[in-house]
C-alpha cells in the first residue's frame, strides 16, 4: 500500500548540486586564503628588503624592485578581490542548492507522514473488523 516518494529521484539530483556548489566554495575559499598568504609573503618580503644603496646603480636597481613588487602587490590585491567575489558567488549558489534540497526534505517528510497515518488507518481498520467479527461471533 506504500507508495514511495515521487520526487525522491530529484532529491537525488539536488543532493548531488549541492555537494557540487559545496565543493566549488571550498575550493574558492582554499584559493582565497592561499592568495592572501602569497601577498602576505610579497609584503613581507617587500618589508625585509634592504635600502642600503651604495652607488646610483645599486639605488635605480632598488628602486625598480620596489616599483616591481609594488605592481605585483597591486595585482595580488585585484586577485583577493575578484576571488571574494568568487567565494561570495559560490556561497551564494551554495545557499540556493542547499535551500532546494531543504524544500524537498520537508516535501519528503510531509509524505512519510501522510504514509504512515495511512498505514496506522488502515491497521485500525483491521483491529475495528477483527473485534466486531469477534462480538458478532460471541453474540451468537
Do not use: C, P, W, Y
Not at 635605480?60 to 571574494?84: D, G, H, K, T
Request: hydrophobic share 45%; no cysteine; glycine share 4%.
Amino acid at each position: 500500500m506504500s507508495r514511495g516518494f515521487s520526487l525522491s529521484g530529484l532529491m537525488r539530483v539536488r543532493g548531488i548540486q549541492e555537494r557540487a556548489a559545496a565543493q566549488r566554495l571550498s575550493r574558492a575559499v582554499i584559493d582565497a586564503e592561499q592568495s592572501d598568504a602569497r601577498e602576505r609573503h610579497a609584503r613581507a618580503a617587500l618589508d625585509a628588503a634592504g635600502s642600503e644603496a651604495v652607488d646610483v646603480r645599486t639605488l635605480a636597481a632598488i628602486a625598480a624592485a620596489r616599483v616591481a613588487a609594488r605592481r605585483q602587490l597591486s595585482e595580488f590585491e585585484s586577485l583577493a578581490q575578484l576571488q571574494a567575489e568568487a567565494v561570495d558567488e559560490a556561497r551564494e549558489a551554495h545557499r540556493e542548492a542547499r535551500r532546494e534540497i531543504r524544500a524537498l526534505d520537508r516535501l519528503a517528510d510531509a509524505h512519510a507522514l501522510r504514509e504512515q497515518a495511512a498505514f496506522l488507518k488502515a491497521e485500525q481498520n483491521e483491529i475495528d473488523e477483527i473485534a466486531g467479527r469477534t462480538r458478532r461471533d460471541d453474540a451468537t
